[in-house]
């Protein structure tokens, strides 16, 4: 298996623009997480996602971001508008459902001028 | 809101030498995981503790679950430079929702 799939690995967009990150997790993964990590916060959990159900979104920072999960095998995070606070490495993880391990993309750096 | 604190937050030693890291909380958890992150990748999954004073190895890596469920450490003897990373724990009470420490940023030279 290929793992976690992010893309892009670098975006680099002007600020209130609208910004997708996409996600393929593991096949046969039913939890799928999104992250954002920064200097300041570290690791911080977006939104969690069970059989392709929003189950928890309460990290989801504003309304200007929103996550969607159309089948198990993708998942987009979406930003719109954008600002510069945005500026983070977004990391997206999934999990089966009776592991405790937890398996993470190589990230997306998000830069948003 | 729990929180776990990780010390040190930044560590440079030589290489050879022994290092202990720490994972502090006031919340008990049911299972606290060792992760390591490299520049440019995601977390990967060193070890998960799920008993109180739980002892795990790997290979030169040492993890300690607190008899409380409460923190954790992480002991590496003879540190390499291939150790250099970004060590976070992360811990549960039990549902999917883990949480990340601060992180401690390790630096061996060679």
């Known amino acids: 298996d290929a793992g976690v799939i992010q893309s892009p690995r670098h975006e680099v967009t002007e600020m209130g623009q609208e910004v997708t990150l996409r996600c393929k997790p593991i096949?046969?993964?039913?939890?799928l997480f999104w992250y954002r990590q920064t200097m300041m916060r570290g690791l911080e959990l977006l939104i969690y996602?069970?059989?392709?159900?929003?189950?928890?979104d309460s990290g989801m920072p504003e309304d200007r971001f929103s996550a969607k999960m159309p089948n198990a095998s993708f998942s987009t995070l979406k930003i719109q508008p954008s600002e510069p606070r945005d500026s983070a490495v977004y990391f997206c993880?999934?999990?089966?459902?009776?592991?405790?391990?937890?398996?993470f993309g190589q990230g997306t750096r998000l830069t948003v001028v | 809101t729990q929180l776990l604190e990780q010390s040190p937050q930044f560590l440079s030693i030589q290489e050879g030498e022994n290092l202990t890291v720490y994972c502090n909380s006031s919340?008990?958890?049911?299972?606290l995981q060792w992760y390591r992150q490299e520049p440019g990748e995601g977390p990967v999954l060193l070890v998960t503790?799920?008993?109180?004073?739980e002892v795990k190895k790997l290979k030169r890596l040492t993890f300690q679950f607190g008899d409380a469920r409460k923190d954790s450490s992480l002991h590496i003897t003879a540190a390499q430079p291939g150790d250099t990373g970004l060590y976070l724990c992360?811990?549960?009470?039990?549902?999917?929702?883990?949480?990340f420490g601060t992180g401690t940023r390790l630096k061996v030279l060679a």
């Open positions: 993880a999934s999990r089966s459902g009776q592991g405790l391990e937890a398996f």
């Open positions: 096949s046969g993964h039913n939890s």
């Open positions: 996602f069970n059989n392709n159900v929003p189950i928890d």
């Open positions: 919340s008990v958890f049911s299972s």
């Open positions: 503790v799920v008993t109180g004073g």
């Open positions: 992360a811990a549960t009470s039990g549902t999917y929702k883990y949480i």
